[in-house]
């Protein structure tokens, strides 16, 4: 495991020593677009936000199931759907 400090010399940051702007300009963000169209493969074309929730709310019913105990009713169609959005969402994010 990697310690914090390791991470901060990787880094280029020495500890004790103040940063200005000039030394270290702010970093940039850039906030995704709830409407931004994202194409899934065999699915069609999905807003950023509802893809977002939908992807959500699939996990949140298979972590629930296998709580439960309850493995029937997923199969292999279910879960490449599900596949399909995760690397559709992935590829949305890498790009932005």
């Given at each position: 495991m990697k310690k914090l400090t390791d991470i901060l010399k990787e880094a280029g940051?020495?500890?004790?020593?103040?940063y200005?702007?000039?030394?270290k300009p702010p970093f940039k963000i850039t906030e995704?677009?709830?409407?931004d169209k994202i194409?899934?493969?065999?699915m069609g074309t999905w807003d950023?936000?509802?893809?977002?929730?939908?992807?959500?709310?699939?996990?949140?019913?298979?972590?629930?199931r296998n709580k439960q105990g309850d493995h029937t009713g997923v199969g292999k169609n279910q879960l490449s759907v599900l596949v399909?959005?995760?690397?559709?969402l992935s590829d949305y994010e890498e790009n932005q």
């Open positions: 940051i020495e500890m004790g020593k103040v200005t702007d000039k030394d995704k677009k709830k409407d194409q899934i493969r065999g950023y936000k509802s893809l977002t929730s939908n992807l959500a709310r699939k996990i949140k019913d298979l972590d629930r399909a959005m995760w690397e559709a």
